[in-house]
């Protein structure tokens, strides 16, 4: 199950985790409870990110079958929205512009 925010009797929360069965925060505020989510939740987007550029530097597909290229990515962009959007990403992207949208 994971972890199971409790009410405790001073009107705070603790959260309980049933992986080592044992509170792991006590005494806490929401916005506590959501620091230590952000916290664990960054550090899983992190892991995840990694995985993804280390399998496409290394030439793979991290996106199995559905994995685009630059030129398939350029390629949907022209078909879905237009020539004119196409250029505009390619030009932004390979002029070295910030992405502003």
Known sequence: MGN???KQPNGLYCVFSSVVDNVILYNAKPEDILQMWVKDYEEDTRRHLDKIIRK???G???YYQFTKTYDDMLDCI???HSKK???KV???IEN???CDW
Do not use: A, F, H, Y
Request: glycine share 10%.
């Open 78 to 80: 022209e078909t879905v």
């Open 90 to 92: 390619k030009n932004s």
């Open 4 to 6: 199971q925010i409790i």
């Open 85 to 87: 959007m196409k250029d």
């Open 96 to 98: 070295g512009e910030e």
């Open 60 to 62: 793979g597909k991290p």
């Open 56 to 58: 496409l530097d290394e």
